[in-house]
């Protein structure tokens, strides 16, 4: 018996340093106004950790989660609706509801992380503007992990999402 396997945990990953300051920020492509950067895409159990910051009087898209989510608030202050969330608050998500994050007069920067499990690679359904919803699985936080701006603005993300 693999008692690492049993709980779910990798076996050989061991303990791992991601230094965060030194990965870059880069544009998020598909909200204005915010930047973010990918720390850990973890494919096997299909977690991802990552900071998100957001510029004053950004909404974000629509959206629900096929995953756990969590959002740890670094700094600044954002909202749901009447909800709101300052530095030190925690919003943690397990639901495929509707929801909008939305900054007002201050930006925001998160630390955030979904968590779907090993076989579940759909984390967040999100909508556009003409309504239709489209999925971010892992493979699509995977393929802006260690990327630069310029890499960034030559992938295919239509492709990432489909
Ligand atoms: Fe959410």
Known sequence: MNAQLDAGLLPGVGVNRI???EVPWLA???IENSLF???KVD???NTVILKFRMGPHVTT????????????????EWFYEDLEFRAGDIAYECTTDIHQPLTREKPAELLTTFIGGRGNDCLLEEYGEDGKPYMLRTRFFKALEGITQEQLTRLDLAALLA
């Open 19 to 21: 230094a965060s300051d």
């Open 28 to 30: 998020y492509p598909l």
């Open 37 to 39: 950067k990918i720390l």
């Open 43 to 45: 494919e096997i159990t």
């Open 61 to 76: 898209p629509k959206h629900g989660h096929h995953c756990v989510a969590t959002a740890y608030t670094i700094s600044g």
